[in-house]
């Protein structure tokens, strides 16, 4: 599951999260992550953190985190995409 959605192009400005019955994929751009995501990663156990490069999305961050995690990371984006200045937006996305 993890290459075929999370390698799955993404504009520049979107924040992909796709949960499994197990973990939840992150595909978020480069740049949230350097204005405060790489801080607040810290504190939660990512299991695994990759950069990557996207032909439409540019630079992007890969990560993976169990349920409770991505429950708080879900809880930050959503307050860095209600900001009125944000440029951001998510696609939310459940396997089946």
Do not use: C
């Amino acid at each position: 599951m993890r290459d075929e959605w999370l390698r799955w192009p993404a504009m520049e400005e979107e924040i992909v999260i796709i949960e499994n019955t197990d973990h939840v994929f992150f595909n978020i751009p480069y740049s949230l992550y350097r204005e405060g995501l790489q801080q607040h990663l810290k504190e939660l156990k990512a299991e695994n953190v990759e950069e990557v490069s996207d032909p439409l999305g540019g630079k992007r961050v890969l990560l993976v985190l169990d349920k409770q995690s991505a429950l708080e990371l879900k809880a930050w984006i959503t307050l860095q995409v209600s900001r009125e200045s944000s440029r951001y937006f998510v696609t939310d996305l459940e396997e089946i």
